[in-house]
């Protein structure tokens, strides 16, 4: 399990991270999103102690980065941006970074193929395309076969193949009970991949939670408008509906059709002026989220 407790970052007067705390579970595979500039790479450097945090801290199955023995065994680290030496082959860029990781050249050969490029392990890194650079990223994360993987923005540059690829080897290796957090800013990218999302906005949290609960945000409500909104309220409370909002002449309700709200309405005696449907999509509820900073938790 990865444990964030009050992380914080500053850089002069700009506030990366906040005061920024979540827990990354095992055995699911957990979306770590914001807009650009929201403080996921800066959180994700500062987890690995790439930068140093101003207050905070992040344990590792109880223990801080800089106190593991051969990190690379413990948490796998994929960063934006991907650099590698573009004269360097692919199994060599790896065999580089096997000493850290305690593993020899069967390792590196092995997660060639996971990722799908042990056909060109011997090609120059600076012939690959941006997809096959972030599966080789990809591929060093994994060389030392870690519980934890921390990636970042990893389906950039993926075709659509690409992405169910690394969609069904994510899942694998959370079904294998590894701990998996996975940055980006477009929701929309990790949608059928995550099982459960940590939403940061200016360096905060704004959401966390299961994705079933974030989608729930977006189920179909219905809007009434009356001329007796508490009497309104007061049927809703005693039918069980959930209240989302309300204002002096209109009440949202969810958990119920637009023909029950109106028959109950009727019965009860409560006059309507309006009943209609609506629903809000996850990329609605991602920028009100982000945009209007409002916390859900």
Not at 23 to 43: H, I
Not at 119 to 124: E, L, T
Not at 185 to 214: K, R
């Amino acid at each position: 399990m990865v444990i964030i407790e009050h992380l914080a970052k500053r850089y002069g007067n700009v506030r990366a991270v906040n005061d920024l705390s979540f827990q990354v579970k095992p055995g699911a595979v957990t979306g770590f999103l914001g807009p650009n500039g929201a403080g996921k790479t800066t959180t994700l450097r500062m987890a690995t102690h790439l930068i140093r945090p101003d207050a905070g801290r992040v344990t590792f199955d109880g223990v801080e980065y800089e106190h593991l023995t051969k990190p690379p065994r413990h948490v796998g680290l994929a960063l934006e941006p991907i650099v590698f030496h573009p004269g360097r082959r692919a199994i060599d860029h790896l065999m580089m970074l096997a000493p850290y990781a305690g593993v020899g050249r069967k390792r590196c050969e092995q997660v060639l193929g996971l990722v799908g490029l042990d056909g060109v392990a011997h090609k120059r890194v600076g012939k690959f395309s941006l997809g096959m650079r972030g599966r080789l990223n990809l591929a060093s994360a994994l060389l030392g076969d870690p519980q934890t993987l921390l990636l970042d923005e990893p389906v950039n540059g993926l075709d659509p193949e690409g992405i169910r690829w690394i969609r069904e080897l994510l899942r694998t290796l959370a079904d294998q009970g590894r701990t998996i957090l996975i940055s980006s800013h477009l929701l929309s990218e990790v949608q059928q991949t995550v099982d459960n999302v940590v939403i940061i906005a200016h360096g905060e949290l704004v959401y966390q939670g299961s994705l079933q609960a974030l989608e729930d945000l977006g189920s179909s409500q219905i809007v009434v408008q009356t001329g007796e909104p508490e009497a309104l309220r007061t049927l809703a409370s005693e039918n069980g509906w959930t209240i989302t909002s309300d204002g002096p002449r209109t009440v949202k309700i969810q958990g119920a059709t637009a023909a029950e709200v109106g028959s109950v309405a009727y019965t009860a005696g409560i006059p309507l002026e309006g009943l209609n449907s609506e629903s809000t999509d996850l990329e609605s509820i991602f920028f009100d989220l982000t945009q209007g900073h409002g916390r859900m938790r």
